[in-house]
């Protein structure tokens, strides 16, 4: 059970800081270091067991069907990459807090951040391949509002831009790449399919899984040739770059290759792929890194390089280059974090990244450059600190592998990466802090306080010590966590010492830092050679590709989806009848043996009115008034076919919408004009007449064909369990509010969400030339009797009428016709007879009801109603029902239902509700005449005063 807490307690936990954000910046930043505190102590609490050799399962089945399971397993390499995750996001929590000024907002920040670290941690537990694919892709949209923090910056729009088209499109990759794998292997379950490493190599799908996978991997991880996103998101505030260079996002790629190494490692086309990519990888971006004057972006392309150096490890497919990654990624994420924040701190306190504006700070920021010159040094892969080891590691496994028959072509790549490496890391460390003091800094730099310089001062330590004493401080997470990559193969031997002999790595490494201090004091020279080399702009190529695929859409858009809705209707019509004429021609078939119903004369009959009214309706459809009156014939008709075949509530559902979009209708189109626009052409005509007539009669022949033949259906299980599991004899209504519940909760919130879509579309005709225009479009001629007296009488009497009746169906609904929705419709009636009889002003002024709140209040209580069987352990939306006596009254049924269908009855109120206001409102702007205020709207004459006093005014 801990481990399913430890992703959710940061997604959830993502909604406290905006709630305390007016407490304080210091109380936000408690509140959501105590959220990452608590998950990381719940995943502490699995460690021992991790440590034992076993893998921690929890979790339990969601959709079965497709293979999706809430599944999470920590074994040691998930273990290890969630406590990385967790431990620097609780330092990053701290640093923000002082980082970043009062005019950011800290709430939402926080926000974003728990929801990113939430995803992470998701991603490195989750069992469930499908699951995980649910947090990769949270992971890009919750980068992309980090790394898009500073909105109102260019770069930071721009960055995360490109940092979510390049990983999201990686990502789709990668799910198809991992479906296809769980296909293969039998299972969606990582556990299984770590197992099932033959089976999968061997399969003849083995290539395009194998290409899927690294797809998704190199996007995230920024390696060659989609290395140019990750420096772009540098834009973002400095603990975003430090959290997602370090430990987060950039390591994703590197957890997934890790993780699926024992499924896809061990081929040739594995090391004929992921070598050379992680190895050009290296150079390519510690070569930028060289030449870079901003300090975050000397980082960025140093982290691009690392990782390249940590995809070729892997890579080479040995298990002693696993185990030299596993140390790297340790290593990487201590000083890379501490150099991020170290720079952050510089740019906050001088004013400036720019690197030659900077230089003297060692006098002005000692405790500054003290940290930072020790973490600059473990990147350069100096001795005695962490970064030292994994490098001469990186380097022993380097000898081993030869790519293309060259054997000292990966050691001699490795070799120049190192160089590289050393010869930024001294530029980054001497540029900024050593020397002079300056006197022109745009800001006087001083070290900042305690809470920033503090948790770069903790991973130092880590740094220093874990190079110090790397077999008892890291030995047993870099056994566990590689004993888990390589899975069941014997962990190799290996020494985590800091000397081991003359060794070729150690010549490599002595030849890498000569070469690179050599490199520095030559920066000048090497800087005008590659300034005169010819060399592609990687974001000018990206926004070229971007701009020519909006470009291509937009052709492809403006002539598929033309603004002409009878042309669109027609392009989908024809592609159906020409699919369904390809499957009627190429498939086998056979006229159906079911015997056809007798055809009674009344049933004859209605089919002809039907068909009439339709032609009609298509003939005279210019004719708005007459269309609706003959669409309504239709709608009546269709009712009593369902009264034909014993569905008395679906024929009260009918009639009942029927009335409703009648009348609404009506009132509309008092704001419209009469006819319809001109007629088109004849040509036209015709064609659109072809492509109906082909359409009917392709539908009637596939409900013939179907309606022909003996099929089963779920109706008896129905029938069956609609009292003994539902409590109620009308089996529609049971279905409707117990087994298809949550169907029925989707429609109205669809019904109510469309309501508001409405609403907000119709308010733009309130104001400007759109109100002109409707204005315009009116009758000129009004009735004089607009307001009849005796329909203004009769609708108010008929009121509590109607409304007893919608109660009445509404109660009887569960075991005779009737419902919530009927009951709604009913109610919708009679407010809408009101309106029509009063007038639109007069009602609207005295509704006691808001559409809003209606249709909120009956998608809450549905809801509500749902979650409650959750108490008793039931799924959602179960309903539950028992017999009750009440005194005068005697026995009678409750159900459950009744709340889920009081949600329904009032989402069906608020939604005509709303239509009618948002109609009384534009009626309003047109109105002749100012509004009576006395219990009619009709205007009655005026006595004349008599002597002495005066008459009161009615009307």
Request: aromatic share 10%; glycine share 10%.
């Amino acid at each position: 059970m801990n481990l399913i807490l430890v992703p959710l307690i940061p997604l959830f936990g993502a909604l406290l800081p905006p709630l305390f954000a007016r407490s304080g910046r210091d109380t936000t930043m408690l509140v959501t270091l105590a959220v990452t505190l608590s998950s990381l102590a719940l995943l502490l609490l699995d460690a021992p067991a991790v440590y034992r050799g076993e893998t921690v399962l929890a979790g339990t089945a969601w959709v079965p069907e497709i293979g999706l399971s809430f599944r999470f397993f920590a074994d040691g390499l998930g273990l290890f990459f969630a406590t990385m995750i967790l431990a620097i996001g609780a330092l990053i929590i701290v640093y923000a807090r002082y980082y970043l000024s009062r005019q950011d907002s800290i709430g939402r920040f926080y926000a974003y951040l728990l929801l990113f670290q939430g995803a992470m941690v998701g991603i490195v537990l989750s069992d469930n391949i499908i699951l995980m694919l649910i947090f990769w892709e949270l992971t890009s949209l919750s980068s992309f509002l980090l790394i898009g923090f500073w909105g109102h910056a260019a770069a930071g729009r721009q960055g995360a831009r490109m940092a979510l088209v390049v990983t999201g499109g990686g990502g789709l990759l990668l799910t198809a790449g991992m479906l296809l794998l769980g296909h293969v292997g039998g299972s969606y379950e990582l556990s299984v399919l770590l197992t099932k490493g033959d089976v999968i190599k061997a399969s003849p799908l083995y290539p395009l899984i194998l290409a899927l996978v690294l797809a998704g991997a190199f996007t995230k991880s920024a390696q060659f040739p989609f290395h140019f996103w990750l420096p772009h998101a540098m834009a973002a505030p400095t603990p975003v770059s430090a959290y997602l260079h370090s430990a987060t996002m950039v390591k994703a790629g590197v957890f997934l290759l890790a993780r699926l190494w024992p499924v896809l490692a061990g081929t040739d086309l594995w090391f004929s792929i992921v070598v050379p990519v992680g190895l050009v990888t290296m150079l390519v971006g510690a070569w930028i890194a060289l030449f870079k004057d901003d300090l975050k972006a000397i980082l960025a392309y140093s982290t691009v390089s690392h990782l390249g150096l940590m995809v070729m490890l892997l890579g080479l497919g040995t298990p002693y280059a696993a185990v030299a990654c596993v140390f790297h990624i340790l290593n990487h994420a201590t000083f890379k974090a501490a150099l991020f924040m170290a720079a952050g701190i510089v740019d906050h306190e001088a004013g400036t990244r720019d690197i030659r504006r900077l230089g003297g700070l060692a006098k002005l920021m000692p405790v500054t450059a003290v940290l930072a010159g020790i973490a600059s040094a473990s990147m350069a892969g100096l001795p005695p600190l962490n970064g030292f080891l994994s490098k001469e590691m990186m380097l022993e496994a380097s000898v081993s592998g030869s790519l293309a028959g060259l054997g000292w072509l990966i050691p001699v790549g490795a070799t120049l990466a190192a160089l590289v490496s050393v010869a930024y890391s001294v530029r980054l460390a001497v540029g900024t802090f050593a020397g002079p003091a300056r006197h022109d800094y745009p800001h006087h730099p001083h070290d900042p306080g305690i809470g920033m310089w503090l948790p770069v001062a903790l991973l130092v330590v880590l740094v220093v010590a874990i190079g110090l004493l790397p077999a008892l401080i890291a030995g047993p997470i870099v056994a566990r966590t590689a004993q888990a990559v390589i899975g069941a193969a014997p962990l190799p031997y290996y020494s985590l010492s800091l000397w081991h002999g003359f060794t070729p790595a150690l010549f490599m490494s002595i030849a890498a830092v000569i070469g690179g201090v050599l490199a520095f004091q030559g920066h000048g020279g090497l800087a005008r050679l590659r300034s005169a080399w010819p060399r592609p702009e990687a974001k000018a190529m990206f926004e070229a590709v971007i701009t020519a695929a909006v470009a291509a859409a937009r052709w492809f858009t403006l002539r598929a989806n033309v603004e002409s809705l009878p042309r669109s209707i027609a392009i989908i019509a024809v592609s159906v009848l020409v699919i369904g004429l390809w499957a009627f021609t190429h498939f086998p078939h056979a006229v159906g043996t079911r015997a056809m119903l007798p055809v009674h004369v009344v049933a004859l009959v209605a089919w002809g009115a039907l068909i009439a009214a339709a032609g009609v309706v298509v003939i005279q459809h210019g004719n708005r008034l007459l269309t609706l009156v003959l669409t309504s014939v239709v709608g009546l008709i269709v009712s009593l076919a369902f009264i034909q075949f014993s569905a008395p509530d679906l024929a009260l559902t009918q009639i009942s919408v029927e009335v409703v979009s009648t009348i609404l209708l009506l009132l509309a189109l008092n704001l419209l004009p009469k006819t319809a626009p001109a007629e088109p052409q004849t040509a036209r005509k015709v064609r659109d007449g072809a492509i109906a007539v082909a359409a009917g009669l392709g539908v009637a022949a596939l409900a013939f064909a179907i309606l022909t033949r003996d099929f089963s259906t779920i109706s008896d299980y129905h029938i069956a369990q609609s009292k003994p599991g539902g409590g109620g004899t009308n089996i529609v209504n049971v279905i409707l509010v117990d087994f298809r519940a949550f169907d029925t909760y989707g429609e109205i919130i669809v019904l109510g969400i469309a309501a508001l879509a409405i609403f907000a579309l119709l308010d733009t005709a309130l104001r400007g030339p759109a109100a002109r225009r409707l204005d315009s479009m009116r009758q000129g001629l009004e009735s004089a009797e607009a307001h009849p007296l005796i329909l203004v009488v009769a609708t108010r009497a008929m009121l509590p009428l109607v409304f007893t009746v919608g109660v009445f169906i509404f109660l009887r609904g569960h075991n005779q016709p009737g419902g919530g929705f009927i009951a709604g419709l009913v109610v919708a009636i009679a407010y809408i007879m009101q309106y029509m009889a009063s007038g639109y002003a007069w009602s609207h002024q005295r509704a006691r009801f808001d559409g809003h709140t209606l249709v909120g209040a009956g998608v809450i209580i549905a809801g509500l109603t749902g979650l409650g069987s959750f108490v008793f352990g039931r799924p959602f939306l179960t309903s539950s029902f028992g017999y009750f006596d009440i005194p005068l009254i005697g026995q009678i049924e409750l159900a459950t239902a009744m709340a889920f269908d009081t949600g329904v009855f009032l989402a069906v109120v608020g939604t005509v509700l709303l239509a009618l206001a948002q109609i009384s409102r534009i009626e309003a702007r047109a109105e002749r005449s100012p509004v009576p205020d006395g219990p009619s709207d009709i205007r009655l004459p005026q006595a004349a005063p008599q002597a002495g006093g005066s008459l009161p005014r009615e009307g």
